[in-house]
Every structure is written in C-alpha cells, then in structure tokens.
C-alpha cells in the first residue's frame, strides 16, 4: 500500500493536487487581503486625504457615550440609531477636514504662544495653585487617550478653526427696519370669544345593541387584541451588580482627587458686555462714553453708527474668551468698570464687567462619597467587560444561559412578557434589571429572534443576552371577553362625535354671519371673552391646540380645534400691536437674539459652502460596518 502511494506521489495528477491544495491554504490564509484587494479602506477622503477607521470609531465612541449619559434610560441603542450617529459622527469629521484645508488655503497659521495660552487658560488644567499643573494635563491626555502632540495639534486646529468661524458670525447685525416688526410680532396680543365643549358635558348616546358593539369590536382590533408575548430566558450582566464586589481604598480616593482636582472646581465667570468696533478712536471713544455712565442701549447704538456692534456675553469663563488678551483684560477689570480697548483679529473689543461670580474648590472630604462612586462604577465597568468575554466563550462552548449565568453572577429570569413588560395577567413581570433599564431589556427581547443562540451584547441596559423560547402573536380577544372595554369604548367615540358635530355647527354659525357669543347663546354654551393673549402664552385661559390658529386669523373669522378634552371654538374681536419705539429693551434683546441666529446662520451656510466645493467621498461599505454593534 505504502509503495502504491509513493507511485502515486511521483505522477503529474499528484503534484498539480499538491500546486491546487497549496493555492486554496493560500486564498484561505489571506482571504482577507484578496477580497479587499482595490476596495479603498479609509472610511471617508476629503481631498483626497482619508479618515481611517480607527478615528471613526473613537468618533462613534464618543458620540455614543456622549448620547448614553445625556439621554440615560431613554436612549436607544438600535441600529437606526447607530447608524445615524455613525453618519453624523463621520460628517464632523468631514466637515473638520474642510475647515482645516480652508484655513491652510488661506495661510491662517496659529502660533505656539497662542496654544501655549490657551491652554494654560483652561480650568480643567490647574491645581491647587491656581496654575497649570502638567500632572493634571497628563492625566487628561490619558483618559482620553490622547498623545501631547495629538493634543496640541487638535488645538492648534480648533483655534485656526475659530478664527475662520468667527469672522464670519462677525458679519451679523440686525438693523432696526427689521428688529422693530420682530419686536412688533412678538408683543402683538389678541383678544377673541372662546366656548370651550369638554367631553364630560356631552350627553349619554342611546344604550347601543349587541350587534353594534360586535361590529365596533370587529372594526377596531387593535384596541381590543391581545398584545404579543414572548417566553424567553434572560441573563443580564451590569455593572451595578458587579460593584457590589468591588472595594475602593482611601489611597486610591487620594489619587484619584488629586488626578481629577479640575472637576471640583468651578471656574470663576463674570457677566460680559462687550462693543466690537473696527476703528481704535471709535473704541477709545466709546470706552470713556460707558466708563462714564452711559447705558448699554446708547453704546449700542454708538457702536452701530460706527460700523460695529453690541453683545451681551453673558456670564463666561477665561476659556469662553475666544482670545488671551481678552480674558486677560476681562478677569483683571474690576467688578461695574470699563475695560480699555483691546484689539484683536477681529477688531477692538470694550468689554463692562456687570458682575462676578467668585469661583470654588470642593475638598476630597466633600466630594469622597461622589468620588467613591465614580471609581467604583468605573472598575465594575472594566470588570463587567472582562467577564462578558468569559461569558461569551462559555456560550460559545456549550454552555446554557442559565448555566452561564449561575457561573459568572449573572442577573437571570425566565419569563413570559409582553412589550410594556405585563404578563397575560395583566401584573408587572419582574425583570433581573434596575426600573429604568426595563424597557431597554424588553426592546432586546423583543428584537431577538426566536430559536436564535444567545448573545451577550452590549445595551443601555447591560450586557444582556436572550433566549427566545416562545413567541405568541397578538390575537382579536372573544367578544365576551372585552364586552365592557368595547362598550365603553364604543360610548366614549359617540360623545367625542357628538361633541364635534356641536363645535362644528357653532363653526358654521359663525361663518354664516353670527357672532361666536350668539350662537353659542343659541346653542346653549357658555361663552368668554378673552384678552391679552400672546404667541408665547404658557399654561393661559386659550387651549394650547387652537392658540397658533387663532394668530393666523383675521378680525371676525373663527377657528376651531380638538383639544385634550374635547374642543374648541374661537372667534377673533381684536389685534393690538405695540410700538418698538416705547421699548428700546425689547428692540436691543431682539436684535442681540436675532445677531446670534442669523451668526449661527452664517456659519452654518459657510461651512456647507465649503463642504460642497470640496471633494468628498463616504465609503458607504465602511460605514454600514461601522454603524454594526
């Protein structure tokens, strides 16, 4: 047998087997090379130069973590919403990119003194002293992972950024030909005739039949079926569970107060005037015109007649001053005076103190508590990661999640649920989970297919996995069942019909020539008069639902409206509109408000501008993949 084999060996049929089976070992060892051969592996390219994978997916990160702790319990981690994080995350990318090639086009260089003092500048940086400290930097840069150079590149181009931003925003100014019917259009009131007819004061429908109830029943399954349950096992890993065996010492509550001391303290801020002028005489001018008693209302308008403008900053910090200088003159002027004019790239600046609110540091002994928590959530955190791999392979190895979770401490229940968590009693399942994690678990049960091997995957809830056993559709419940929800139901609709039948025909009462208080006379309503009503009115005497009709009306025409319980018929008696002219406050507050938005208008329009003439490519591959669990 052995020499037949070697026989075999030495023919050409055995060594083109051999030249075969060493090729497929090949395509199988670099599969991944072959198929990726001539696909481009940068997620994005703006001009050419490409953002990897890697900074999209610190990007996601950030912006998923971001969303996790402003949203808590109400965030959504579903691939729709993945997927639109994944995007938005790639477009500011995309739009840095522009940015930057803008402001390199333009020869916009900042220099290392202006870094240099921006940095310095930020709170999160000092110490004790008051003064930059390098250890609190550093632990900055590791935390957030981050290289010196990494940093200070970042600044570097955040403040070339700014520059480029701000003399755009620079462009608005609100004239008064327009901040006048602006001030007009909010202050405008009205007054008009109002009936209210709630629901309660409709009268009882004729006791209706068994045929009409099963054929109400019949047209509106929705309401009367059965919900879909599901049977499944559920196994959760947290990091609130895993906390309970974690144990943080005084030492590490030292270190880690002195690593994180910029947190615990509150930065001093001081509530900002400011006039922006082009020319130093003008500034100068206007200057000892404030420092000697001049109201913002008339520096405002000396700033406007010199081509400038006047802002409230309102209360800011060192690092909300876009320049040194700025925050320099700002935070040395004394509370009520009048800086000297500072010029800067975009002109000269006369800044008013109006008030400061002094700045604080928390001791360890006050925050020791809140910093035992931090710390222990943070190691229960990078526990709960390591264990949710061990986790995985004992999955993956046969085990049962039930066997899984008595293993490694998992949080585990076996049950029968619908979507709001109810069991077909209509009780309240209890779930291995806090209260405000119960839906983001009941959304995983009920996104999972049945049959499927479980996973642990990463939720707002958790690690959680799950094991559908049972799925039970929703079902139209027997007639006989539900006879009384039906009935009710069915006489509820007939007095909301009748209720708007009755708005209905005072609507067209009105429209026919009568007033809405004849007819409401005639109809047997009760009718009120109602004044002073404005655009922004808040929990008044006019329904929320007919409020924006009623300020699109002319005097006379009615309007009506379904309200939360039941509805609404308005006529219009009278517009009052005011004179801008007897309120220079509101005609400033408008046009510093309007400034703002028209700025942010401004940038927005700029960027995109840019954005457009640029040559961006997405790799829509690549974000699909990114935009995955």
Known sequence: MLTAFRRLASTWVAKLLFVLLIASFAVWGIGDTIRDFGRDNAVARVNGAPIEIEEAQAAIRRE????????????????????AV?????????????????????GIAVPDSAVRDFIFSIQGFRGLSGQFERPVFENFLRSNDLTEAAFLALVRADLARQQLVLAVRAGAAVPDTLAGPLVQWQQEQRSASLVILPLTAAPEPPPPEEAQLRRYHENNPD???????????????????ISREVEISDADLAAAYDSRRGQYETPERRRLEQVLVQDEEKAKAIAAAWSGGADFATVTREAEAAGGQAVELGAIDRAGLPFPQLAEAAFTAAPGTVTAPVKTDF?????????????????????RDQLRQELTAEKAADLAFERANQVEDALAGGATLAEAAQRFNLGFATLRTDGNGLD??????????????????????FSTEKGAAPRLAETEAG???????????PALRPFEQVEPQVREAFIADAKRREMEERAAALLAAVRGGKTLADAAR???????????ITRDQRDGPVPAEILAPLFELKANEPTMARTRDGFAVAQLLEVTRPDPATDPAAIIRVKTETSQAMAGDFETEYVAALRNRSDV?????????????
């Open 86 to 106: 994944a995007q938005q995350a790639i477009e500011q990318l995309v739009l840095d990119r522009v940015l930057r090639a803008e402001a390199a086009s333009l």
């Open 463 to 473: 690690f959680v996995a799950v094991d559908v056993k049972e799925v039970t559709p």
């Open 617 to 629: 490519r997405i790799n829509p591959r690549l974000l699909d993949t990114l935009a995955q669990p």
């Open 223 to 241: 309401r009367f079926s059965s919900p879909e349950y599901r049977e499944a096992g559920v196994a959760v890993l947290t990091a609130e569970r």
């Open 522 to 532: 005639e109809a047997g309503f009760g009718v009120r008069e109602v004044g002073a």
């Open 424 to 445: 077909p009693e209509g009780k309240a399942v209890e779930l291995p989970v806090i209260e405000a994690a119960r839906a983001p678990l009941l959304r995983a049960i």
């Open 64 to 83: 998923m973590q971001r969303l996790s702790r402003q949203l808590g319990g109400q965030f959504d981690n579903d691939p729709r919403i993945r997927r």
């Open 347 to 367: 002109g000269w600046h006369v800044l008013k103190v109006e008030g400061v609110e002094p700045g604080a540091t928390r001791s360890l002994a006050e925050v």
